[in-house]
């Protein structure tokens, strides 16, 4: 009667290394596509902040002549999940402009690193950019402020 031998068989060092490489490829294409959908999602966190920041701004002027900076209408200096550094760097009677900065991991975000709103009158801006000149062109401008 023949006899059957098994031998056990593991992966060559060849098959290995394919395996290895194949995976790096695949990793390499999807980590940046999921680390900016990660910025875009963290995005979701100033938009909340400026929604409460306007309305605080719109009570404040319904009792007064005017807006006001951040302690007066009792608003946090940094968004709720902590992804911006918010601040009014101006007020008057007819509007005022709120600054948010990217902090931590949101920083890399560059072309939506700061964002602007600007409430001049009845009119809202929403601005953005990689720097506090906040100049991006419109394209650029309206991916930084939608979902």
């Known amino acids: 009667m023949p006899k059957h031998t098994t031998s056990a068989r593991g992966f060559t060092l060849i098959e290995t290394l394919v395996a290895m490489a194949v995976a790096a490829v ?6 940046p596509s ?3 959908q990660l910025r875009k999602a963290r995005r979701a ?3 909340a902040a400026v929604v409460q920041i306007q309305g605080a701004q719109e009570r404040l002027r319904s009792r007064s002549t005017r807006y006001g900076d951040l302690a007066e209408i009792g608003a946090a ?3 709720q999940a902590s992804h911006y550094r918010l601040q009014i760097t101006a007020f008057t009677a007819d509007g005022y402009e709120l600054q948010a ?3 931590g991991t949101q920083s890399r975000d560059s072309e ?3 964002m602007v709103a600007r409430a001049v009158g009845m009119n ?7 720097d506090a000149s906040a100049a991006n062109a419109d394209t650029i401008n309206r991916r930084c402020w939608s979902l």
């Open 45 to 47: 966190d100033v938009l």
């Open 77 to 79: 200096a940094v968004s």
């Open 112 to 114: 939506c690193r700061v």
């Open 124 to 130: 809202l801006v929403y601005a953005s950019g990689s």
């Open 34 to 36: 999921f680390e900016g």
């Open 101 to 103: 900065t990217a902090t």
């Open 26 to 31: 695949l990793s390499g294409i999807a980590l």
